[in-house]
């Protein structure tokens, strides 16, 4: 049997500053492939070159990346800031309205980082471009050097920072097994106030907000602040999340096939 398809949403880069291309880290895709134990495919984040419907009857579950660029702050009613760019609106044009449909459909939907974002803002939300501005937060910036740049060991960059507490009897204490986690820190811009279908499952000891889930929707519909893909092959907690993915696209398709062949 042929694995499921797992669409992973690209994000608009310049490559050597002329060669405009639509890319994913191969974290993501290795953690589709190894873990979730589906294909992975890259799917353009821009409405010119993704027709939502078409896509969705190709794929079996979707994955929103983390990315460089914010979520436009239009998208929230706030005023754009040149210090909070790049942003990558053709993502946004693509993302938002995708997550409210893979909701609507019970198709399994994994928001990571810039994805989990994406989830809050689709549902009303609000974000903050800088957490570590608001009282009492913590820097969940990944760790740089005395000089500013960032930190040349990624096993520095992605390691643990800080616990999360889980909502007891909520999705993600389920799947996990446990009350409490510790998950790496790579942001700068977080939820500031939770869209009306969005579940608070998860928070760091200074309240930021790392796992949700969205209200009603008949399928995996779950997001995390922190990077998950980075280690799912060797990191229990991001194994289980991976691996409940794969178990709900799995799930998706057969269901999918189903219908199919009843139409035929």
Not at 15 to 44: C, H, K, S
Not at 68 to 78: G, I, K, L, S
Not at 160 to 166: G, I, K, S
Not at 205 to 225: H, M, N, P, Y
Request: net charge negative; proline share 6%.
């Amino acid at each position: 049997m042929a694995r499921p398809v797992i669409g992973i949403i690209g994000n608009h880069l310049m490559v050597e500053n002329r060669f405009a291309v639509q890319a994913t880290g191969t974290r993501n895709l290795a953690a589709v492939a190894e873990v979730a134990g589906a294909l992975p495919l890259i799917f353009g984040g821009d409405p010119k070159l993704t027709d939502i419907r078409d896509l969705l009857d190709a794929v079996d579950g979707i994955v929103l990346t983390g990315a460089r660029a914010n979520v436009h702050p239009a998208r929230f009613a706030t005023e754009p800031d040149k210090r909070h760019e790049p942003y990558d609106e053709a993502r946004d044009a693509v993302a938002l309205p995708l997550i409210e449909a893979c909701v609507a459909e019970g198709v399994p939907l994994f928001g990571i980082c810039r994805g989990f974002q994406e989830m809050n803002v689709a549902y009303g939300g609000s974000l903050h471009p800088e957490i570590r501005d608001i009282p009492g937060r913590m820097n969940h910036r990944m760790p740089r050097l005395e000089n500013g740049e960032i930190h040349p060991d990624p096993e520095v960059v992605f390691a643990d920072r800080h616990d999360v507490t889980l909502a007891p009897g909520g999705a993600f204490a389920r799947i996990l097994g446990r009350d409490k986690i510790r998950v790496n820190s790579l942001h700068g811009q977080g939820i500031l106030e939770p869209g009306k279908r969005v579940v608070i499952e998860g928070t760091a000891e200074d309240s930021t907000i790392e796992a949700i889930r969205i209200e009603g929707a008949k399928g995996f519909a779950l997001g995390v602040q922190w990077h998950a893909e980075y280690d799912p092959q060797t990191n229990p907690i991001n194994r289980k999340l991976f691996e409940a993915f794969g178990e709900a696209v799995r799930a998706h398709r057969t269901k999918k096939t189903a219908v199919r062949r009843g139409a035929a």
